[in-house]
């Protein structure tokens, strides 16, 4: 926003905000993908098994889980340990024992022919897929305050081990799948890549292949929890500045953000079913936002130091910077282009979230200026006359608590009744008469058995009778309330009176008052 303005940060919030989600849907659905390639014969509950992980994540952040270095870090070591012991085992197998492939991918006799034809196509997709194994790369610059001092250095450091990490494993899988025979297939009842190379390394249906492919599902799962931390905190941020509802700034009891992460968990979820919980289909509209980020963060650093200009050594950072930016936008261009159309829904949600946050940020501003009280103006003490009016269905305590309630903040108290049966509103009007002396009660006939409408009739009447020179009254409709005794029985009640209030809400001149009634009172 310091570099840019106002749409460049709104547009990478949103390209944030779809990472987030897709980083969700995509872990979720290749920790399934790994529990299936395992257990084949979960393939066809895929589906059901990502959104129900969803859901366990999503209950256990509402209930408050936390991140706690000590437990994220031990599935990580044992996968990153089984995944490096696996490359070597699998390498000694190929180098010394001259273990050959178990299968061969067939090549067709024309395939000479279209080689060229076809090549760049390939080598655009293995870029753009290759490319996405960078995303999360990102969590540990955003992530920098939380590590020891020197953060910066340290986060360096980090950085740098995850980076030798990334290759050591992606070459050495690579190298293994290749030696092996090993291909990908975009169907779901297919196994991964990296559970074939297991399989052939530690042996199918082994304890340690089990174990290596539990390992990889947790760590996904893991990854899938950070953007319950993420997502929410962004919407928070985003809900404070005025660009989102403010409920999503909101802690629940737990201290967490319950409405960000519900919503992330919804969309998430709706994502899994919609593809069929197959990551091919996920991990174009993951990669869209992310490389969208990073170019704009890239970008946006190019601005700070042609800003600044200082300390020494900026123009070697500035360098890298613009190399970084361009290699990012050229990643982001050939995702969008070799990944359509599902990269295009990305494209054209980013302007369409953009445009919801000006929109909220303009109703609350409009909201604000409407509301404000300009600091020069002395607000004298009010001088208008209250009356109070009670709707009710007969006598009895709530009406009685209700009536009493009008009294204490005015002395113009009327009760009104609408009903179809004269004979029943006399025979009520002489016992009110009686209990309650001194509040008149208002019959008003409604021979269609509506209740709302006329009730509002009787309202305008009171209004349209004030005389025209005199200051319109404020009308206080005061609702007696039964407090249903459980959640279920709520749905028996005071329906009537919520009728009334949504007819009412909004009215001028007019105020409304829900009067509670308990039992026992």
């Not at 509402?62 to 340990?81: C, D, K, M, S, W």
């Not at 199918?204 to 931390?229: D, E, R």
């Not at 709707?391 to 113009?412: C, E, H, L």
Request: glycine fraction near 8%; hydrophobic fraction near 50%.
């Amino acid at each position: 926003k310091r570099n840019f303005g106002r749409t460049a940060s709104l547009i990478a919030a949103s390209a944030l905000l779809i990472d987030y989600v897709m980083t969700v849907a995509v872990s979720t659905s290749s920790a399934v993908e790994q529990i299936t390639s395992a257990v084949p014969l979960l393939i066809d509950e895929r589906v059901l098994i990502g959104v129900a992980a969803i859901a366990l994540i999503t209950i256990g952040n509402l209930r408050g889980i936390r991140e706690a270095g000590n437990i994220f870090a031990v599935p990580t070591y044992l996968f990153v340990g089984s995944a490096l012991l696996m490359i070597a085992i699998g390498t000694f197998r190929i180098v010394v024992g001259g273990e050959h492939p178990g299968f061969a991918p067939e090549v067709g006799a024309g395939a000479g022919t279209t080689f060229e034809s076809v090549s760049l196509l390939l080598i655009l997709r293995a870029f753009a897929g290759g490319a996405v194994a960078l995303t999360g790369t990102e969590a540990i610059a955003t992530g920098v305050p939380a590590f020891q001092p020197p953060e910066a250095r340290n986060a360096a450091i980090t950085l740098a081990v995850m980076a030798a990490l990334l290759g050591v494993l992606f070459i050495g899988i690579t190298f293994l799948a290749v030696n092996f025979g090993i291909t990908h297939i975009d169907l779901p009842e297919k196994q991964t890549v990296i559970s074939q190379v297991a399989a052939r390394v530690y042996g199918a249906g082994s304890i340690p292949f089990f174990l290596f492919q539990a390992f990889t599902a947790v760590l996904l799962f893991l990854a899938a929890n950070t953007s319950f931390n993420a997502f929410p905190r962004l919407l928070a941020i985003l809900a404070g500045d005025g660009y989102m509802p403010s409920q999503f700034g909101l802690r629940g009891d737990r201290l967490a953000f319950s409405y960000g992460i519900i919503v992330l968990a919804t969309v998430a979820a709706s994502l899994v079913v919609i593809f069929q919980g197959e990551t091919h289909l996920l991990i174009p509209l993951y990669a869209v936002g992310v490389f969208i980020d990073f170019t704009i963060s890239q970008a946006g650093m190019i601005r700070h130091w042609l800003r600044e200009r200082s300390p020494r050594g900026w123009r070697r950072r500035l360098a890298i910077n613009a190399f970084g930016c361009v290699l990012t936008a050229i990643v982001a261009v050939v995702v969008t282009s070799v990944k359509a159309p599902q990269s295009l829904i990305v494209l054209a949600l980013i302007p369409v979230l953009v445009s919801l946050m000006r929109f909220i940020r303009r109703e609350y501003d409009a909201q604000v200026d409407e509301l404000a009280v300009r600091p020069e103006v002395v607000i004298p003490g009010p001088h208008r006359e209250q009356r109070v009016v009670v709707p009710v269905n007969g006598i009895n305590r709530a009406v009685v608590q209700a009536v009493n309630f009008g009294r204490t903040i005015a002395k113009d108290v009327r009760a009104v009744y609408v009903t179809d049966d004269s004979e029943d509103a006399e025979a009520l009007r002489a016992r009110w008469e009686h209990q309650l002396p001194g509040v008149p009660l208002v019959i008003v006939e409604s021979p269609y058995r509506a209740v709302v409408t006329p009730i509002v009739a009787y309202l305008d009447v009171l209004d349209q009778a004030w005389p025209p020179d005199r200051d319109a009254p404020i009308t206080i409709v005061v609702l007696p309330e039964y407090v249903a005794r459980h959640w279920w029985d709520r749905v028996l009640y005071n329906q009537t009176a919520k009728r009334l209030k949504a007819a009412l809400v909004g009215r001028e001149h007019t105020v409304i008052a829900d009067v509670p009634y308990r039992r026992g009172h």
